[in-house]
């Protein structure tokens, strides 16, 4: 499978009251054309930060100090804004965690959509009007002309993301990067989008960049997996490899957590010990030592490489080199 995107040694710091954060630390992956890669891990780990900054959508306190953003056969972090402008939305579209903040609320659905059409140049009034028809009707719903004319707040939660991938979906763009898109959805609801989502990849062949700290989220659809912890990509693997046979202690954990289980009286549900790292103070050694419960003294002095256990495998971590 050719390489659509390859992110190669990418840093990302945010600076606040002289500080300087690093967020995301050096980063490498790559997404083939129609490959559905998942980003899991806990909130704050770095997961959404890496995905706005491949097209460069971060607020003014962040910097790429490092690192390369192949796409197209371009750097993007190397294009102008307006020579990104024609990638955002066109070539690389994003539907966002909480349609309720990422749609205008005084604009009807319909308008929002043609924006993005006319934005990229995409036919006359009447052909942009029939397209949005479509895009709706596409995305479920029975009364696309409706559901246009409606403002954000005359529809349900599950309808307003139905909107928004309708939007990112407008172009038809190569590669689309789905931020937490489920999490403010019901159990029901997520299940629904996610179908939807999986089904609609298929018939456009578009590549997907899924985050979710639910390792849920990705079963049955995600073709690889890019685990994260304090800014790094801990492990990398199938879906099925980083399911079935999780590697770094951190992936056990998480993985351990979504199989359900049935607690005994008096029996505590699985946690992961300790707490998320400070991002400001992270340890000298292995950012997951201080939580790790099979830590060993190499892990506390040092910060481990990237290991190659298996073909098509990654992982960082000292038991493994």
Known sequence: MGHLLRVENLSVSYSSAGQSVHAVRHASFSIGAGEVVGILGESGSGKSTLALSLTRMLPASARCETGTVIFGGRNLLQLTEKQLATVRGAEIAIIWQDPALSLNPVM???????EVLRAHG???????????RELLAEVGFEQPG???????????????????????LCCRPALVIADEPTSKLDAALQVEILASLSDLRKRHRMACLVISHDPAVFDGWADRMLVMY????????TREQVFDRPLH???????????????APRQHLPVIAGEPPDMNRLPAGCSFEPRCVERMKVCAGSSPGQSTPEANRQVSCFKYE
């Open 108 to 114: 009807r659905m319909g308008q929002q959509i043609t």
């Open 230 to 237: 304090a800014g790094e990509i801990v492990e990398e693997g």
């Open 249 to 263: 202690p951190y992936s056990q954990a998480l993985v351990g957590l979504s199989k359900p289980a049935i607690a």
């Open 146 to 168: 409706e559901v246009a004319r409606a403002y954000p707040h005359q529809l349900s939660g599950g309808q307003r993301q139905r909107v928004g991938i309708a939007q990112a």
């Open 122 to 132: 995409y036919g006359d009034r009447g052909e942009r009007k029939e397209r949005v």
